[in-house]
């Protein structure tokens, strides 16, 4: 279960498979190859396999978003392994990787109406929770037997170490190919005569420019753009009749790009987690919200921070382009796969966040501690790809907007200030990130 603001997010299953639905891959995997799969080594088995998935490996669980009131009831009454029967489920397809998924609006008619019911002692007995629990047993049964079986085949060898299986060797032979291929492609670019003075030709195979495997996409087919294509878009420049031209201050549009986090704000990871009132979320000016403080009532918590990137490779002599990525509300938890807390109370939440975060940047926390320059590269800042989206906000210049004039007329007007320049058009362009998640598996 996972909450966010007024709704809650339940994953469910009866232990049938379904081919539409998220995979959620094969834990034997993860089991067998222990801590080599911790890329940057911040992360210790034992931690990993605490936040493991706890619910059946494949395509078995469906995600329902549920709005008021079946969201207030489920936080109130719903618990982790119960058994519940939910009614009215609109189930539709995503639409950046076209899973399906289940949501729970409220009923029009019956605005009070609660489609959520608990299967208490008295509904043991119907066929359908029958069922359910022998496939539920069965399952739990045969992953047991596949554990055992696991055991058996890739235990301690003669060596005392353990046996590697079959992924673990397929992904050693890859390695030890990308080594021999990254070595030749070193030889033959030290074999090229250059003029005196030109710079070395980078690698193509350099491994610090891959994309981390452990941070994913939504929509691969969506071809990547790099930075510097992003913020000279020539899709803002829009040409009228008589030679009329001008730039767009924004558009919402949609990109692919990888990039690499170079730094963040606020400086303080303690403060990526703020208090808000979601009652008064719309009315609440910056000003009001220094009042809110984790005691006062109703209070509740949002992630909200900013990451400063630029882009995986830059070629000696071109321009550094760096953008700031926004992460709020739903897209931070679903990048995150962690709900939003008082993060200076809660130090397990606190470290599990630390944990996350350096697979997104490596060590760029501790480099920025030290006060060393977190925007030179460092061994384990590997670049992701992610997804950004582009929107508008009002720019710093329009002060104030009124809806009074000296004639007498209600019609709205905007108050510039003295930072306005002529070219601007009363907005301001900006960048979030969304559709991103990272893998701890």
């Given at each position: 279960?996972f ?39 911040f ?11 706890q ?18 009831y ?10 519940i ?8 397809a995503?639409?950046?990787n ?14 009070e ?31 047991r ?83 510097s ?9 829009i ?6 031209q001008?730039?767009?201050?924004f ?10 986090v ?26 009001n919200?220094d ?7 109703g ?12 882009d995986?490779?830059i070629?000696?002599?071109?321009p550094r382009?760096?953008?700031?990525l926004?992460?709020?509300?739903s ?5 995150l ?11 397990e ?11 997104l940047w ?25 997804c ?21 007329s ?17 907005w ?11 893998n701890?598996?």
């Amino acid at each position: 279960m996972f909450y966010q603001d007024d709704r809650v997010h339940l994953y469910v299953t009866d232990y049938t498979v379904n081919k539409s639905l998220f995979d959620y891959g094969d834990k034997s995997d993860e089991e067998n190859e222990g801590g080599t799969d911790d890329t940057f080594g911040f992360l210790t088995r034992p931690t990993r396999e605490k936040r493991a998935w706890q619910g059946p490996r494949g395509r078995m669980t469906l995600q329902v978003t549920l709005w008021d009131p079946h969201s207030y009831y489920a936080r109130e009454n719903v618990t982790e392994d119960g058994y519940i029967l939910l009614r009215n489920v609109h189930i539709k397809a995503d639409k950046m990787n076209g899973l399906l998924e289940g949501v729970m609006h409220t009923d029009k008619k019956y605005p009070e109406k609660v489609d959520v019911r608990l299967l208490e002692d008295d509904h043991q007995d119907d066929p359908r929770v029958v069922e359910l629990k022998t496939r539920k047993r069965e399952y739990w049964r045969q992953n047991r037997t596949n554990k055992r079986k696991l055991a058996e085949d890739f235990g301690d060898g003669d060596d005392g170490k353990p046996k590697k299986n079959s992924k673990q060797r397929r992904k050693e032979l890859h390695r030890q190919k990308k080594q021999q291929e990254q070595r030749k492609q070193q030889q033959q670019n030290k074999s090229l005569q250059r003029e005196e003075g030109q710079s070395e030709i980078p690698s193509t195979m350099n491994k610090s420019n891959r994309p981390n495997p452990y941070i994913q996409a939504k929509d691969p087919a969506r071809g990547c753009r790099k930075i510097s294509e992003i913020l000279p878009n020539e899709s803002h420049n829009i040409s009228l009749p008589d030679n009329i031209q001008y730039r767009l201050p924004f558009q919402c549009v949609k990109y692919r790009s990888t990039v690499r986090v170079v730094d963040y704000f606020p400086p303080n990871i303690a403060d990526f987690s703020v208090p808000y009132i979601p009652e008064y979320s719309s009315v609440y000016s910056s000003d009001n919200e220094d009042d809110i403080t984790p005691e006062t009532p109703g209070v509740r918590w949002e992630w909200r921070f900013c990451l400063l990137v630029e882009d995986a490779q830059i070629l000696p002599g071109q321009p550094r382009e760096q953008i700031k990525l926004f992460v709020s509300g739903s897209d931070a938890e679903f990048l995150l796969k962690l709900d939003a807390v008082n993060l200076r109370k809660n130090k397990e939440a606190f470290i599990r966040l630390q944990e996350k975060l350096c697979i997104l940047w490596g060590d760029l926390e501790e480099r920025k501690s030290q006060g060393m320059d977190t925007q030179q590269k460092g061994p384990s800042q590997l670049p992701f790809t992610c997804c950004i989206k582009e929107w508008g906000v009002r720019c710093a210049c329009r002060t104030d907007v009124g809806s009074y004039h000296n004639d007498g007329s209600d019609r709205e007007c905007a108050v510039v200030g003295p930072e306005h320049n002529r070219e601007c058009l009363g907005w301001e362009r900006r960048f979030a990130l969304f559709g991103t998640t990272i893998n701890e598996e």
